[in-house]
């Protein structure tokens, strides 16, 4: 069975920065593209970024680009999202996710692509 587990999370003022992990268990993780998407209160969830199967290329939504990295080691079967210049409006609560197609040729933000998802991770950045 996969497990997802994310960690990392916080409180933290704007224009700081966090660094998030998501431990992935079960499977072959070296085969499945990996995202994260993010959920604010009284929001739907929302697609933040993905990595490609083999870490050769990523994806992002354009609220975060050039603010967020997104990495992987699947040696350690763990990705990684660097966040930098936080911003109040990215409190939200984090979610890692596993690509449900294996070796996936494309990126996918849609959230019925991913079907193993970890518990979240709060965010929160003050003004």
């Known amino acids: 069975q996969v497990q997802v587990v994310e960690s990392g999370g916080g409180l933290v003022q704007a224009g700081g920065s966090l660094r998030l992990s998501c431990a992935a268990s079960g499977g072959t993780f070296s085969s499945y593209n990996m995202g994260w998407f993010r959920q604010a209160p009284g929001k739907e969830r929302e697609f933040v970024a993905a990595?490609?199967?083999?870490?050769?290329?990523?994806k992002y939504a354009d609220s975060v680009k050039d603010r967020f990295t997104i990495s992987r080691d699947n040696a350690k079967n763990t990705v990684y999202l660097q966040m930098n210049n936080l911003k109040p409006e990215d409190t939200a609560v984090y979610y890692c996710?596993?690509?449900?197609?294996?070796?996936?040729?494309?990126?996918?933000?849609?959230?019925?692509?991913?079907?193993?998802w970890g518990q979240g991770t709060q965010v929160t950045v003050s003004s």
């Open positions: 990595i490609r199967w083999t870490g050769a290329s990523t």
């Open positions: 996710a596993r690509d449900s197609r294996v070796r996936a040729p494309g990126f996918s933000g849609r959230i019925d692509d991913y079907n193993y």
